[in-house]
C-alpha cells in the first residue's frame, strides 16, 4: 500500500533532482578567487553554469557521505563549502586529488571554511584508493556503521561527483560506482563527443588525443547502456555541457 502518497517514476525523480534551485549562478567570493588563479595557472574550469547546478543537486541530495573525486584546487569544492557554512553539511566529505602539488591548496580550502573535523583532503591515486576502501567495506561489512573506522574513504558513500582529466574520466567514474550504497548517487559532466574526423586506427590502439577521445566516448557509451538497465540515469544540458546522474538502484 502506498498510504496515498503519490508515486513517482524513476525519470520524475531524476528531473527534479537535476532542476536548478533559488541559489542562482553567482559565484562565492573564494571560488571566484580561486577560479581566478586556475586561469593565472593555466587551468580550464569547467562553466559556471555547471558549477552552480552541480552545488544545487550535491546540496538537494544531503549526502551523509561525498566524494568528490578531482578537486584540482578547490574550485568546485568551495562552492559546496560556502553553501553549507550555514550549517546541513556531510558527516564526511573526502575531497581526492591525485596530485601531491594541489594538496596543499585544497587544505588551505578546508581550513578557510574550518571544515577540519569534517572535511579531509586525499592525495594520492583513485584506483588505489578504490581498492582499499572496497577491501575495507568487505571487511566491515558485519559491524554497525558507528562501530567502523580506519577507512581512506567515507563509504559507502551517498554521493560521488567525478570531475577527472577526460583521458581516465570513464574509468574512474566506472570505480566510482564500486563506491555507491543502494540510492547513492554519481555526478559526473558527460565526456565530449568527438570529432567525426580523426582518421583510420585499430580499435584499442589510438595513435592521438583525437582518436582517443573516441575511445574514450565508445567506453563511456558502452558503459551507460549497460547500467541502463538497471539503475537509473539523468541527464540535463547546462551552459558548456551536459551533467549526468546515475543512480544505483541495487
Not at 13 to 41: K, V
Not at 165 to 172: A, H
Not at 193 to 203: A, F, K, L
Amino acid at each position: 500500500m502506498d498510504g496515498g502518497l503519490p508515486l513517482f517514476s524513476q525519470e520524475e525523480i531524476m528531473a527534479s533532482l537535476l532542476a536548478a534551485s533559488e541559489y542562482g549562478d553567482e559565484e562565492p567570493e573564494i571560488a571566484a578567487n580561486i577560479t581566478q588563479q586556475m586561469l593565472h595557472m593555466e587551468l580550464e574550469p569547467i562553466s559556471r553554469s555547471m558549477r552552480a547546478r552541480l552545488r544545487d543537486i550535491v546540496v538537494r541530495l544531503a549526502p551523509d557521505h561525498f566524494i568528490e573525486v578531482g578537486a584540482g584546487i578547490g574550485q568546485l569544492s568551495a562552492w559546496f563549502h560556502d553553501a553549507w557554512e550555514d550549517g546541513g553539511h556531510p558527516k564526511s566529505y573526502a575531497i581526492v586529488e591525485e596530485g601531491q602539488r594541489f594538496g596543499v591548496i585544497l587544505q588551505r580550502v578546508v581550513e578557510r571554511f574550518s571544515a577540519s573535523d569534517w572535511c579531509h583532503v586525499r592525495v594520492g591515486p583513485w584506483d588505489t584508493m578504490v581498492s582499499e576502501s572496497i577491501a575495507w567495506i568487505a571487511a566491515n561489512a558485519s559491524m554497525p556503521e558507528e562501530a567502523r573506522s580506519g577507512s581512506i574513504l567515507p563509504v559507502p558513500a551517498d554521493v560521488i561527483l567525478v570531475n577527472t582529466d577526460w583521458r581516465g574520466q570513464v574509468k574512474d567514474v566506472e570505480r566510482g560506482f564500486e563506491l555507491l550504497r543502494p540510492g547513492g548517487v554519481l555526478l559526473t559532466p558527460e565526456p565530449l563527443v568527438p570529432s567525426s574526423d580523426v582518421g583510420d586506427y585499430t580499435e584499442g590502439q589510438p595513435q592521438n588525443d583525437a582518436q582517443m577521445r573516441v575511445e574514450v566516448f565508445n567506453h563511456w557509451i558502452r558503459l551507460i547502456q549497460g547500467w541502463s538497465s538497471e539503475h537509473a540515469i539523468g541527464i540535463v544540458e547546462v551552459k558548456g555541457g551536459s551533467i549526468v546522474a546515475i543512480r544505483r538502484l541495487n
